[in-house]
């Protein structure tokens, strides 16, 4: 379990470097490309294209970090109406339940990848496509696993006969 938790934590860091990194390129580049608009009536023609798929590498960045500290999309309505014992089975499971779903999700990604790369279909400055869609497979891959150590970590917790939560778990 210390190298599946050594391992997310590298993810979680990585993934919190490359959130800063493509936020300032995107960042830098909206800027510049308002400037070049307003002030010499041009702008970079690929910018906007760049721009929109920036979006969707710093998405993928997030939901990783999200995943991380457990702030993702979840529903409470269920442990809200369960004793406090039952909550870790239901984190368990729904936490199972999400890493599954990425990895279909990852799977078809990978489909969508591999058509997009036997189409030779070029995106901005005569780069493959894949090179910008690669994100989604790797960014659901890596969700899922997310989402897996966590339901390792509450299984752990449950046989240890640990069945309080803390509110840092819970978050």
Not at 64 to 90: C, D, M, N, Q
Request: with cysteine; aromatic share 16%.
């Amino acid at each position: 379990m210390n190298v599946l938790k050594f391992v997310d934590r590298w993810l979680e860091k990585i993934s919190g470097w490359m959130l800063v990194f493509f936020l300032g390129v995107m960042i830098v580049m909206a800027f510049g490309q308002v400037v070049l608009r307003n002030f010499f009536h041009t702008g970079i023609e690929w910018g906007d294209i760049f721009l929109r798929h920036l979006v969707l590498w710093v998405g993928f960045f997030g939901a990783v970090i999200a995943t991380g500290e457990r702030r993702h999309l979840k529903i409470e309505f269920l442990t809200k109406l369960v004793r406090p014992k039952v909550r870790k089975i239901f984190f368990v499971i729904t936490n199972l339940f999400a890493g599954f779903i990425c990895y279909l999700l990852m799977q078809a990604a990978i489909a969508f990848v591999n058509l997009e790369g036997e189409s030779g279909s070029t995106l901005i400055l005569n780069l493959p496509t894949t090179y910008f869609i690669i994100i989604i497979p790797i960014g659901y891959a890596i969700v899922s696993f997310r989402f897996v150590v966590h339901a390792i970590q509450w299984i752990e917790e449950i046989v240890k006969g640990n069945w309080e939560i803390s509110e840092v778990q819970h978050l």
